[in-house]
Structure formats: C-alpha cells, structure tokens
C-alpha cells in the first residue's frame, strides 16, 4: 500500500514477542457487538493524548484501552457514530472512522510482514516444496495466496483434506497476495508457503484472518 503511515505503538511493540499468560484468559467485551470474548482472541485499541486511536497488536500499550472482536458485522458497522459512544470514558476526536480502518489494516499488514520475516528460515516455500512437508508428521499452517491459481488452490485444499482424513492437522489462510508473499521471501514469484505451527504462527494465523476480514469490509463498502 502507498503511503502508509507508521503506528507508533506497534513500533514499540515489534520488539517484544511474548504474550502475557492472562492475556487468552480474561474477557473483555466487544465496544461494538458487546460480546464477549477472550482479549487476546480480539483487537485492543487504545486513544492517544490527542484522541487518535491506535492499535495495540500484542496488548503492551500503557494506559486503558478497549476492545474489537474484529468479526466482519463490527467492522462493516464501525463508523463515527460508535466511536462517539466512546466519549463516556475516552477523549476520543472525531471523525476518524474511515482513517482508523486505515489504521487498523495497515497495523496488519506491519505485523503480518515482521512476523513472516521472523520465520522466513523454517518456511517451506512453493508448491513442490509445501506438498512434500505435508507427508510429514506435525501440524502444518498453509497460506496460500488470495489470487492463486485454481489449479494449484484446488491441489493443496484437496492435500489439506486428505491429511486431515488422516488425523494430521492442517489448516490454510488464503488472504495474502503473491505480490506481498513473494517480496517477503525474495521469490519472483510466491503462492503457497508451508510452515510447522507454533505460537508465532498462531499469532501469524490471527493476523491473516483479520485482515481477510478488513478485506472483505472494504469489498462491501
């Protein structure tokens, strides 16, 4: 994306990787839906002196915050209007829906890019590459990108399926562009990437699929 502008909360937090225990534990409540999830399956935001909110990625930020559940019914409802319910308790400026969905999208992509980067060494890259990892023992994570080609979509869904069959686990994010993919890893060209899952790919995973969700907002929109 042009011209992205730089989080100066997730600047501070691309250095710290660790989840506080509690985080997945306690509960907090959508400010939109008011549903209740556990925090660390939702998006913290966080209002700044001047009452811009910012994203809060990996719950470090100081100070209170609230909550996002990030299903795609809050995000299609975010608008000025919600966040002026916000005035109860935050000197929050408005409006800023529309350059906070910005906000929110590019925090995302930042964090989706770091954390690939992170685990560039251990990812089995290409299609021959990630089908012969699926053979293997262990859980697997597929991104396969959002513009793949069917052909290859339909090899490695119907690879996840059968080692699902057979009591492997596996499961597939398809919400990156090859063009992103691949300039990550330096390829000319990028459309399935393989890696063993762990709790940065968990992180990795949840990432993906917010911003597929702030994706399909945009398509609606």
Known sequence: MAGLTTDPLLERQAQSEQVVPSVQAVERQCFICRSSLPKGEMLRLVVDESGVIWTDLLHKAGGRGFYLCMESKCLKSLNDKRLGVLKKN???????????????????L????????????????????????????????????????EALRRQVVDAVQKRQESGQCASICHTLPTEMMANIFERDTLSV?????????????????????????????
């Open 90 to 108: 935050f000197a929050v400026v408005l409006p800023q829906a529309v350059s906070l969905l910005t906000r929110i999208e590019e925090a995302l």
């Open 110 to 149: 930042m964090q989706i890019r770091q954390r690939l980067l992170q685990l560039k060494a251990e990812a089995c890259m290409g299609r021959d590459a990630v089908m012969h990892q699926m053979w293997k023992r262990g859980h697997l994570l597929i991104l396969l990108a959002d513009d793949a080609g």
């Open 193 to 221: 990437i393989g890696l063993k899952v762990s709790k940065q790919t968990e992180k990795l995973k949840k990432h993906c699929v917010w911003y597929g969700c702030m994706k399909k907002n945009q398509e609606l929109r």
